[in-house]
T-cell receptor, first 118, second 114 residues
């Protein structure tokens, strides 16, 4: 149990196009999901907190108009990178908080999506 | 404010030797501390976590970590390294067990020499 999936696992797109990344909690409900970005050989940087049914909360320095987050259901959050540029190339990881188990909130990480913008 | 510092971005050990990965934290409230492992092109896998219970925490794959408040440390150890332990290791701090907001260290790359 407690599996988080991401789709696609790897995507290559041309500069100027938009890319959507999906994050799904497969066997639990997640009111809150998180999106991270990881540059090569670096740590994970929190980009935004995605809340089901409401607007995402973005970290300082993250452009909300460029990184659109939608959390339309308790099992799905999407991150859309709009007008992608080569500098957006990165490894994007989501995590989901399992709030269905009383007193045992856990957070689980997806396998990541490698975005390459050419 | 919360943060973690991982000393040593690269650690090399011989197969069978002790693994010691260092993590020091800074937190204005009692912290929850986590160690994650990341294999190439994969997401994060939780190794273990400290949530204010026992200070010595045992995790998966033979890893353990000890919370030392006086030293603000949460170092990760394993008595005998395996080749399969070669990966990137991240220490993280949060102020809740849920990890509402994680603050990750910069990571330590572990190399195991045969």
């Amino acid at each position: 149990g407690a599996v988080v999936s991401q789709h696609p696992s790897r995507v290559i797109c041309k500069s100027g196009t938009s890319v959507k990344i999906e994050c799904r909690s497969l066997d639990f409900q997640a009111t809150t999901m998180f999106w991270y970005r990881q540059f090569p050989k670096q740590s994970l940087m929190l980009m935004a907190t995605s809340n089901e049914g409401s607007k995402a909360t973005y970290e300082q320095g993250v452009e909300k108009d460029k990184f659109l987050i939608n959390h339309a259901s308790l099992t799905l959050s999407t991150l859309t990178v709009t007008s992608a540029h080569p500098e957006d190339s990165s490894f994007y990881i989501c995590s989901a908080r399992d709030n269905g188990l009383a007193g045992k909130d856990e957070q689980y990480f997806g396998p990541g999506t490698r975005l390459t913008v050419t | 404010a919360q943060s973690v510092t991982q000393l040593g971005s690269h650690v090399s050990v011989s197969e069978g030797a002790l693994v010691l990965l260092r993590c020091n934290y800074s937190s204005s409230v009692p912290p929850y501390l986590f160690w994650y492992v990341q294999y190439p092109n994969q997401g994060l896998q939780l190794l273990l976590k400290y949530t204010s219970a026992a200070t010595l925490v045992k995790g998966i794959n033979g890893f353990e970590a000890e919370f030392k408040k006086s030293e603000t440390s949460f170092h990760l150890t394993k008595p005998s390294a395996h080749m399969s332990d070669a990966a990137e290791y991240f220490c993280a701090v949060s102020h809740t067990n849920t990890g509402n907001q994680f603050y990750f260290g910069t990571g330590t790359s572990l190399t195991v020499i045969p």
